[in-house]
């Protein structure tokens, strides 16, 4: 048996949504599941979803408040006022900023740009600089990717007698700043999708300044739309969708620059997007102000976007070792105790620490607070982020007096509090997950959408799941969960980090890569059913391609048997479970016993051993019911057999009835045998070994029909009749053979079946008892 390390939710449909595409379109069972599970469920819909149209696209002028704010930037173009566009410094606010100062560029607008130092003046609008914006002579600003809860800085605005117009996507609050006008999905009756970007409110506004659709400009809302990870279905999914294709052939130096520095070539993917070109622009706005990231997207010069991308790659490697340094002093301060990680110090980096805590939740599966100390050791500011089962904002929400500032969602928020209280903090989210969380509860979240069958997963299958594409929030990469004895099992990479394993059912073959998992090697026997679950896709090297499942990773449900046997040296560190749950069996004064787990022997008492993870035998037991018992009563998970026998009764021959007739025939007839002078002729006269004939002696010993002193054998006169069976030496020799043919020598298959009957609480059948002895 082997725990998963996140909690699997298999997803289900009702049987009969599924009539629908029987008849009306052509696709494989497979993908018809994965669309339902998505809820599109006609024909139309399906249609739609899969090839993507422009022209489903809403006209941007049912944004409330559209046409009052477009007017007033015309006039002020007219007017050769000057225009500023506030924006913010993640990768959606610097293609937000973006995209409108081209539109505004190429409407002949006086305009710039302005965005916030994180650091110094966070997140939004704030008065300083509006009231800066007025003395340089700016009478209309306009945000993008911020302000819809800039409640005061909009008075500001008024005061000064600056027009603001606000874009944003952010959730609005139950007070709306008075602005000139708001663009916002969710403020507008009339739209009918509210889940667009900040970048995708930004190019609806471009759109109806400049009166026509500026495709030229998806290679931008593409980049903020899929960084900012908002739901991509509907609009965000046209968007995406030919935003990637418009990205492929980009013109602009910039973004060239920045593709050539993640070494994208060909089909740009939402994966470069979410893991290269998104953390490198989020990276400048971290460490720095995000100016930079926003001239890399603007500049028209080659040789400059060069330069600038080489900065922003420089500041990207730098955020990475930020963050790492970081995660390893966190780490350190982690206590085992806390079902809430809340760690702090001086001097971390505020920009990082969201990243921060999304690692230390992915490695303890807590939720995780990460905070910095500002330099007078008063207040804390930092980042926290959570596990599915524990809404973050409204247990925080309960403990809102401990907080000067608090603000996110269900999985993540941000925070500043005065130093006193973050004990106070961590107390009382100690007490809330306690209060609503089970064991089980902690665990991380997959959600898999289907179980195949090796020979399902093919190139034709993958190629059609590929239409789902681009894959995101609400639309996320299908997880397939597939179930077979692996028919290879090997560790890869530098440290063997990685575990690879090959699948083979009839005549198709499936490979398995499980980057990271190479750890679990160990903990996987051989002819086991292992569960995993992954994303297929195609592993092509030197020109051939292959179906292969990217591991997420693997749960054996049943309980595993590894061989281990003929071994005279076994290292059991590498299989290890857990040293407090794991238990070690020997025979009393065995020199074979590990220390690194606690030891019993054959006879020790096992009231105090309830459950064992891992049971480690390293000698035979002298009875099998003793071994037995101790499989009952354990009931161990993993059965490690380490058994090694240098002079086996087994493999040596047993001596036959006539065996037994003929040696006493030589003593009846000779009366005296002396074995020390004697007992070369025996061996050389039938071909026996010593062992053989000093063993038959011995037995005659036992029943009495000889005596033996200093090495002479007599015939004892006055003998008793008894059968050979009578013997308790002749039933030992006759067990152990049993016992190494049971335990030592038979075969996987067979030695599995023994202990799982000694798990049923089964006794093994009677004729095995007698099916090895004469």
């Given amino acids: 048996m082997l725990q998963s390390k996140a909690t699997w939710k298999f997803t289900t449909i009702q049987d009969e949504t599924v009539r629908w595409m029987d008849d009306t379109i052509t696709m494989s069972p497979v993908m018809q599941e994965l669309l339902l599970q998505r809820g599109i469920t006609t024909a139309k819909t399906a249609a739609e979803f899969l090839s993507p149209d422009l022209t489903n696209l809403q006209n941007p002028s049912k944004l409330a408040s559209i046409d009052i704010a477009s007017a007033r930037v015309h006039k002020a173009i007219e007017q050769n006022e000057k225009v500023l566009v506030y924006g913010d410094y993640d990768a959606d606010g610097v293609s937000s900023t973006t995209v409108l100062l081209t539109a505004l560029q ?99 506004f471009a759109e109806h300044l400049l009166g026509y659709f500026p495709e030229k400009l998806l290679d931008l809302v593409v980049i903020g739309t899929i ?29 060239k620059a920045l593709k050539n520095i993640c070494k994208i070539d060909g089909n740009v993917t939402e994966e470069d997007i979410g893991f290269l070109i998104g953390p490198r622009l989020n990276a400048v706005g971290r460490l720095q102000d995000a100016d930079l990231a926003v001239q890399l997207l603007l500049t028209d010069d080659q040789e400059e976007a060069e330069q600038l991308a080489q900065m922003v790659q420089q500041l990207n490697e730098e955020r990475k070792q930020i963050v790492a340094n970081i995660v390893k002093e966190a780490e350190k301060m982690v206590q085992p105790e806390n079902r809430v990680i809340i760690v702090a110090k001086e001097g971390w980096n505020e920009g990082v620490l969201g990243i921060v805590a999304s690692r230390l939740v992915r490695k303890y599966d807590r939720p995780a607070i990460v905070l910095a100390i500002n330099s007078d050791e008063t207040q804390v500011k930092g980042s926290a982020r959570s596990i599915p089962k524990f809404d973050l904002f409204k247990n925080c929400m309960q403990v809102r007096n401990l907080f000067t500032h608090f603000g996110g969602h269900a999985q993540a928020a941000g925070m500043t509090l005065p130093i006193d209280n973050v004990p106070l903090l961590q107390d009382e989210l100690n007490k809330l997950i306690k209060q609503q969380l089970t064991d089980e509860d902690f665990k991380q979240e997959i959600e898999v959408s289907k179980t195949l069958g090796v020979p399902e997963v093919n190139e034709a299958l993958i190629d059609e799941i590929s239409q789902l594409a681009p894959f995101g929030m609400a639309n996320p990469k299908p997880i397939f969960h597939i179930k077979q004895i692996p028919t290879d099992i090997r560790q890869l990479g530098n440290n063997k980090k990685h575990l690879k394993m090959q699948f083979k059912q009839e005549t198709a073959q499936l490979d398995g890569i499980g980057f990271g998992l190479g750890d679990l090697y160990n903990h996987i026997s051989k002819q086991t059913h292992v569960s995993l679950v ?38 059991i560190v590498p299989f290890i479970t857990n ?62 057999v380490c058994f090694y026998v240098e002079d086996s009764t087994y493999m040596q021959v047993f001596p036959s009835r006539n065996d037994f007739k003929w040696l006493y025939a030589q003593i009846r007839t000779r009366k005296v045998i ?98 090895y002895g004469l």
């Fill in 106 to 204: 190429e409407l002949g607008a006086d305009c710039d740009y302005y965005i916030p130092n994180r650091f110094t003046e966070g997140y939004g609008p704030n008065e300083a600089a509006f009231r800066q914006a007025y003395v340089d002579g700016y009478r209309l600003i306009i945000t993008v990717d911020n302000g819809i809860a800039a409640v005061q800085e909009a008075e500001v605005a008024k005061e000064l007698g600056l027009d603001l117009i606000i874009t944003d996507h952010h959730e609005p609050q139950e007070r709306l700043p008075d602005a000139l006008a708001i663009i916002h999905p969710k403020c507008s009756p009339d739209y009918l999708f509210q889940e667009l970007a900040g970048v995708g409110v930004a190019f609806k």
């Fill in 227 to 255: 960084a900012d990870l908002v739901p991509l279905v509907s609009e965000n999914r046209i968007l995406a969708y030919f935003g990637l294709q418009k990205l492929t052939t980009t013109n602009r130096h910039g973004l």
């Fill in 534 to 571: 992954g994303e297929i896709g195609i592993n092509e090297w030197n020109g051939i391609r292959k179906p292969q499942i990217v591991i997420q990773d693997l749960r054996i449900e049943e309980w595993q048997l590894f061989d281990h046997r003929g071994k005279k040296q076994v290292d």
């Fill in 579 to 640: 040293s407090n749950a794991d238990l070690v069996v020997c025979s009393q004064g065995s020199d074979r016993s590990p220390l690194q787990v606690s030891a019993i022997d054959y006879e020790t008492d096992l009231t105090a051993f309830d459950k064992v993870e891992s049971l480690f035998l390293f000698d035979l037991p002298p009875e099998l019911d003793h071994l037995q018992t101790i499989i009952k009563k354990t009931n161990p998970s993993c059965i490690h």
């Fill in 674 to 771: 002396d074995l020390k002078q004697e007992i070369n002729m025996l061996m050389s006269a039938r071909g026996w070994t010593k062992d053989r004939i000093l063993f038959m002696s011995n037995v005659f010993f036992e029943l009495g029909f000889v005596k033996i002193e200093n090495g002479v054998m007599q015939l004892n006169p006055n003998l008793d009749k008894h059968d050979l069976q009578d013997s308790e030496l002749y039933q030992q020799r006759l067990r152990q053979a049993d016992i190494e043919k049971v335990l030592y020598y038979s075969n996987y298959k067979e030695l599995k079946e023994w202990f799982s009957s000694c798990k049923e609480d089964v006794e093994a059948p009677k004729e095995e008892e007698v099916i």
